[in-house]
């Protein structure tokens, strides 16, 4: 059956799976989101506004710091396991 993966990003983020309109559950979270973001980022850049800090990590190369699948799994042929 289809549902909805719905992201609530704040403070914290959590995930919600909804599968009809009064139908949902929780299924995972983390204490780190937008306040440790806003937090992290004003203090290591000296932007003063939230939307300053959205702008500038438009300017960023994330490719060098974002762990990827291939960094977990390395050279498998993801087919085998599951993923494309």
Known sequence: NPFILL??????????K???HNQY???SGTSLGGG???????LLTGCKTFDELL???T???NSSVDMLVGDIYG????EKIGLE
């Open 7 to 16: 992201v609530n990003i704040g403070s914290g983020v959590s995930f919600l």
């Open 55 to 57: 702008e500038l990590s």
């Open 18 to 20: 909804v599968d009809d």
């Open 59 to 61: 300017q960023g190369d």
């Open 36 to 42: 440790t973001f806003w937090g992290l980022g004003r």
């Open 25 to 27: 559950e929780r299924v």
């Open 75 to 78: 050279g498998l042929d993801y």
